[in-house]
T-cell receptor, first 112, second 116 residues
Framework: AQKVTQAQTEISVVEKEDVTLDCVYETRDTTYYLFWYKQPPSGELVFLIRRNSFDEQNEISGRYSWNFQKSTSSFNFTITASQVVDSAVYFCAGTSYGKLTFGQGTILTVHP | NAGVTQTPKFRILKIGQSMTLQCTQDMNHNYMYWYRQDPGMGLKLIYYSVGAGITDKGEVPNGYNVSRSTTEDFPLRLELAAPSQTSVYFC???????????????FGDGTRLSIL
């Protein structure tokens, strides 16, 4: 069985601060895929990134960056220069053969 | 750009009533999923389908049924509603697994269901 642990339940920052959301994925599978989703206050789920277990290259997309380390099964998400619009619940998830297992989510609040 | 469409958006049921949550997607995705999200929690998989005529149980299937007669539609049925089924329900779809692996799932806006 797979397990996704998001270390922080809630994070509160002031605008322009950098913030890192931690995620650890536990599985016995050697091949797996990791995802981050954003759930803004409006409630929908927005796909942010997919990463496979073979690729440990960091990825950057604008103010977002992701760091995957297979040795520790961690897939951390950093928002640089946070903005109020980043306030949301962020979910880390992992799949084996298509079935997503979600973490419990991290509530990020960015104050102006 | 409809994507994944869920109806209704909100519903209140009485204990013991039945209802069907509708889900349709226009992206020609083979894979479809139903999740529930309880307050302060992540999503849990109820049922999934890898194609028309094929369904399988997820982590929390008890109290629910599904069918998949077409690629586009994947309704979720509650036969005897119970208070424990009060939740937000999300439908999702994805392309099938390919050489790049599991594909991202695209979610509907959710159905907020209360059972009183």
């Amino acid at each position: 069985a797979q397990k996704v642990t998001q270390a922080q339940t809630e994070i509160s920052v002031v605008e322009k601060e950098d913030v890192t959301l931690d995620c650890v994925y536990e599985t016995r599978d050697t091949t797996y895929y990791l995802f981050w989703y954003k759930q803004p206050p409006s409630g929908e789920l927005v796909f942010l990134i997919r990463r496979n277990s073979f690729d440990e290259q960091n990825e950057i997309s604008g103010r977002y960056s992701w760091n995957f380390q297979k040795s520790t099964s961690s897939f951390n998400f950093t928002i640089t220069a946070s903005q109020v619009v980043d306030s949301a619940v962020y979910f880390c998830a992992g799949t084996s053969y298509g079935k997503l297992t979600f973490g419990q989510g991290t509530i990020l609040t960015v104050h102006p | 750009n409809a994507g994944v469409t869920q109806t209704p958006k909100f519903r209140i049921l009485k204990i013991g009533q039945s209802m069907t949550l509708q889900c349709t997607q226009d992206m020609n995705h083979n894979y479809m999923y139903w999740y529930r999200q309880d307050p302060g929690m992540g999503l849990k998989l109820i049922y999934y389908s890898v194609g028309a005529g094929i369904t399988d149980k997820g982590e929390v299937p008890n109290g629910y049924n599904v069918s998949r007669s077409t690629t586009e539609d994947f309704p979720l049925r509650l036969e005897l509603a119970a208070p424990s089924q009060t939740s937000v329900y999300f439908c999702a779809s994805s392309l099938q697994r390919d050489q790049q692996g599991d594909q991202p799932q695209h979610f509907g806006d959710g159905t907020r269901l209360s059972i009183l």
